[in-house]
């Protein structure tokens, strides 16, 4: 009995130290402590009304986190869906995030990984930074996109990515990942690196800031729903099995 409720050892990558996690080791709604929620109409056109600590949304179960988005009219929307946050609970600055997740397939689904600048609510957007770890289209089946979002000098946006092929991202769980210094930013799924961002100066770079993680899923949208929505479709869960992030070791 003392074995089983024992906590599990994670093993961290070489030269990286835990520095948060979670697990998901529990039931019922996300651990307080750890996460916060988007609430409303948010962003970018979307369909979903993302709700606030509504267990059919977002739920810990068997060991994962389940985004569930449902289509059912809610405070004026046709769909619910939820968006993890940590700002106000978890900032960091330099590091690596791991995420191990598996996709929702429905057209219009718009899941992501990301983090933001925690001084967003002082500086805006999008001089605040934005780095997207993971985004996925539905309608764009196969490929992972990873993307910087950045001020231009003299203002506007300024963006720039990569993108992965990745056949079962609906089917399994893989790790997607982004290590963070002051030299660059690189981006993996399964340990495959395949989009590097590197330093080029203070006018392109504006991630020297603690920031925040979302985790979140959105449908329809400017982007997500580009090729509609399938209605038939839902509910459409996105799972979680672990978040973790991690620091460079001291010497």
Same mark, same amino acid.
């Given at each position: 009995?003392?074995?089983?409720?024992?906590?599990?050892?994670?093993?961290? %990558?070489?030269?990286?130290?835990?520095?948060?996690?979670?697990?998901?080791?529990?039931?019922?709604?996300?651990?307080?402590?750890?996460?916060?929620?988007?609430?409303?109409?948010?962003?970018?056109?979307?369909?979903?009304?993302?709700?606030?600590?509504?267990?059919?949304?977002?739920?810990?179960?068997?060991?994962?986190?389940?985004?569930?988005?449902?289509?059912?009219?809610?405070?004026?929307?046709?769909?619910?869906?939820?968006?993890?946050?940590?700002?106000?609970?978890?900032?960091?600055?330099?590091?690596?995030?791991?995420?191990?997740?598996?996709? %929702?397939?429905?057209?219009?689904?718009? %899941?992501?990984?990301?983090?933001?600048?925690?001084?967003?609510?002082?500086?805006?957007?999008?001089?605040?930074?934005?780095?997207?770890?993971?985004?996925?289209?539905?309608?764009?089946?196969?490929?992972?996109?990873?993307?910087?979002?950045?001020?231009?000098?003299?203002?506007?946006?300024?963006?720039?990515?990569?993108?992965?092929?990745?056949?079962?991202?609906?089917?399994?769980?893989?790790?997607?990942?982004?290590?963070?210094?002051?030299?660059?930013?690189?981006?993996?799924?399964?340990?495959?690196?395949?989009?590097?961002?590197?330093?080029?100066?203070?006018?392109?770079?504006?991630?020297?800031?603690?920031?925040?993680?979302?985790?979140?899923?959105?449908?329809?949208?400017?982007?997500?729903?580009?090729?509609?929505?399938?209605?038939?479709?839902? %509910?459409?869960?996105?799972?979680?099995?672990?978040?973790?992030?991690?620091?460079?070791?001291?010497?």
């Amino acid at each position: 009995m003392l074995a089983a409720l024992a906590t599990a050892v994670i093993a961290s %990558p070489a030269g990286w130290s835990l520095i948060w996690s979670d697990e998901f080791n529990g039931r019922g709604l996300p651990d307080p402590k750890k996460w916060d929620y988007e609430v409303g109409l948010v962003r970018n056109k979307e369909a979903q009304y993302y709700t606030k600590a509504r267990l059919e949304n977002a739920r810990v179960l068997g060991g994962r986190l389940i985004i569930e988005a449902r289509r059912e009219p809610f405070q004026g929307s046709e769909y619910t869906s939820a968006s993890l946050i940590t700002l106000g609970k978890f900032a960091f600055q330099y590091g690596r995030v791991e995420v191990s997740a598996k996709l %929702p397939k429905g057209l219009g689904t718009w %899941p992501a990984i990301w983090i933001m600048g925690e001084d967003r609510s002082q500086v805006g957007w999008p001089r605040c930074g934005e780095i997207d770890i993971m985004e996925h289209v539905a309608h764009n089946p196969k490929t992972i996109h990873a993307t910087i979002h950045q001020i231009k000098d003299g203002g506007g946006h300024w963006s720039k990515g990569g993108t992965m092929t990745l056949d079962t991202y609906g089917d399994q769980f893989h790790v997607y990942a982004m290590e963070w210094s002051k030299e660059k930013l690189d981006f993996f799924v399964d340990d495959k690196l395949y989009f590097t961002f590197p330093y080029e100066g203070p006018s392109k770079w504006t991630f020297d800031r603690r920031m925040y993680l979302l985790i979140n899923l959105a449908i329809g949208g400017a982007w997500g729903g580009a090729k509609g929505i399938d209605a038939s479709a839902f %509910p459409q869960r996105y799972e979680v099995d672990y978040v973790r992030i991690y620091q460079k070791s001291k010497a």
